[in-house]
């Protein structure tokens, strides 16, 4: 099993947007059992998942205290993926995530400030000796800043190859917890999301999950049958 985290000092980077529908695009390239965790308090990812009608991804009601925990009884479970939404802000509920992940994942926002806030993610993520990959997210087509900023998180760490652009059908979907890849008409927002989990999977190819740490912080919020029903008991 492996386990990927979504991280971003910077709150509207888009972190849940992505953690939803790359664990749909991992389910349907066949990356097997996907489960999703939220950490976030705010739960926008809970209450993603909760309007959903497909029975996938999984989701797992749980609290930080007991995340190593429970990643492990996923394990055994037969689990292939969990994909972990957190706050935005550099906190110990982030780094105790990270801690446990194979791979961490910094959505960023082609604007200086953005990029400004990248920092602080990395720093933490290089303290843990995680590998991490920038995302570039909600950008404009055909706008100048999207390649510089590309290139300014190069000097920082790996940026995906992928651009993901801003557009209103990922708005549109996340409402009734959908994804670009499940409206009427699946366009170039599906094929960056697909696009984007290719390379992504190639990168955790071959990995491991790393040894579980103990963490401490809140549960999130969720109303559907979890994977594991008794996990929220913190």
Known sequence: MQV????????????TTLAGHLAVAAGRAGAGRVVVIDTDP???????WNARTPETPEFVQTGVSRLAHDLET??????????VDTPPAITSTISQVVAVSDLVIVPTRPSPHDLRA?????????????????????????????????????????VAPTTVHERTDFAAAMIDGR?????????????EIAELWRY??????????ETMLTAQG????????SVLPDAATA
Do not use: C, Y
Not at 5 to 15: N, P, W
Not at 42 to 48: E, K, N, R, T
Not at 74 to 83: A, N, Q
């Open 200 to 209: 992504l999977a190639e990168r955790l190819s071959g990995g491991r999950r």
């Open 4 to 15: 990927i985290t979504m991280a971003s000092q910077k709150g509207g980077s888009g972190k």
């Open 74 to 83: 996923l394990d055994s479970m037969g689990v292939d993926l969990v994909i």
């Open 218 to 225: 809140e549960r999130a919020p969720a109303h559907k049958r």
């Open 118 to 158: 990248a920092g602080a993610t990395v720093d933490l993520v290089e303290r843990a000796g995680k590998p991490l990959v920038f995302v570039v997210n909600a950008a404009k087509v055909r706008a100048r800043i999207t390649s510089e900023a590309a290139i300014a998180l190069s000097q920082h760490g790996t």
């Open 179 to 191: 994804t670009v890849m499940e409206l009427p008409r699946s366009g170039k927002s599906a094929g």
């Open 42 to 48: 705010q739960g926008s990812l809970s209450d993603w």
